[in-house]
């Protein structure tokens, strides 16, 4: 079977430990930690790629320079930011709910980091292929919602408490376009499973054959992943930083670490699901699927940066009037086309 | 996925569940009590896997653990905004009659678990179509077709009825 360059790596580090360790339990024990640390060195590094690139698009978009003292551009601007904020004092608000609070951010990590062992990064790279993929991925997104509310909830204050509400009805009125513009492409394949997604794409992009999913999927991954122009959750004009009000230093970092994992997983989401996913001419599969992922958050960033923040009943209408009917629509066109389509060949 | 199932596995998924299904009764804060619903869920949604149901594990991650508690714990917020503690206190009135109706209930599972010829034989889904997805999607769009769309009227019936009652009569 012909494997990119990700799986051949992985192939030969298994094969490594295993001429060291044997075909054993230790062995596959290795190999899973290893795969556990390749996550969080991934999401660890993109995170870090992206509040830089975050802030050098920002400058660049509302004309100005953005950071560019320390290091060569700036580059070493992020870690100067994580080393400040590990400095922090730890400021614990007198009346919340403590053990509440301290598990939020910790909690809140897991459905982040969970999601990305389904994402295939390359032909034959991917950590758990199962036959339920897309599916998996939308049941360990919506939990990221809970830990919003029990911390806006644990702490006690009226701003955190809105802003946890705002999520809920945010998250709950995202999902469901999400889901119905997935399921079009997921019609159109006739799988959950991620990898058969992306080998249906080897001819034509599903954002060719579903250009209206691929809208809905765009615009309500904005409202999933907490960004302007409906980044209402933590709308710092009206509810100072909604849930995350009452954290400081490494607790507020923790969530930081969170959404940007989640923006990276909406990124890789898109790709895999309308972009063709690692398949590219000439390239190895991995370098072109890091091209079109950071394509992709260059687009969110960019919407981020030119669009004005919506009111909350203007999301909620957007979400609930606008995408939800379309989404619908584009099932029921995908349903009769599909059903042409077999009758044709 | 194999199919014998790792006792240690089965044994700590099952004691999670029953614990964390005591904390939601003696818990005293409904919100924690609600909270350990999650996580009754999640150990239930692990038992599905256990047991190659892989498609019923997420959807009952998405459905039971991910919208459910959430409205549960929107609905304690919006009706009670004071102090959270003592919200979920037993109530003595009722006692006896869900005793009784839980007995009932637990003898009537007992009864149809232990005569297994009582459930449909088309269980073996895997065997079936290859794979859960597929499976459950022959036998709901085909073999039981009637019965899952009636039920998706019904829940959309309800879903009506319950934006009607939220909306309030138009008294004119």
Redesign the interface.
Known sequence: MHTGLLASLAAFITGLIESLLGHGFAAQLIMVLLEIIAIFAVISLAVIIQVYMERRICGFIQDRLGPNRVGPFGLLQTVADMIKLMSKEDIVPEKANRL?WGMTPMLLFIPAALVYAVFPFDEGAIFAD???GV??V???M??G??MF??GG?ASEDKYS?MGA?RA?AQM?SSEIPIAFSILAVVMVTG??RMSDIVSAQTNVWFVCVQPLAFIIFIIAMLMETNRTPFDLVEGEAEIIAGPFTEYSGMRWALFFLAEYANLLAAAILTVTLFLGGWQGPFLPGIIWFIIKVLIVIFIFMWIRWTFPRTRIDQMMALSWKVLLPLALFNIMATGIGIYIYKWIY | MNNDLNPALFYFLAAVMLLSALAIVYCRNLVYSALFMVVCFLSIAGLYAMISADFLAAVQIMVYAGTIVILIVLCIMITRRTTMERTNMPEKKYILRASVLAGLLFFLLAYIFVNSEVLPTTNNIIALSGDTVSGLADLLLGHYMLAFEIAAVLLLAAMIGAVVLAKGADEK
């Open positions: 509440l199962i036959g339920i599916f998996f939308m049941a360990i919506s939990q919602v809970l509310l029990i909830y408490f509400m809920v709950l799988s959950l």
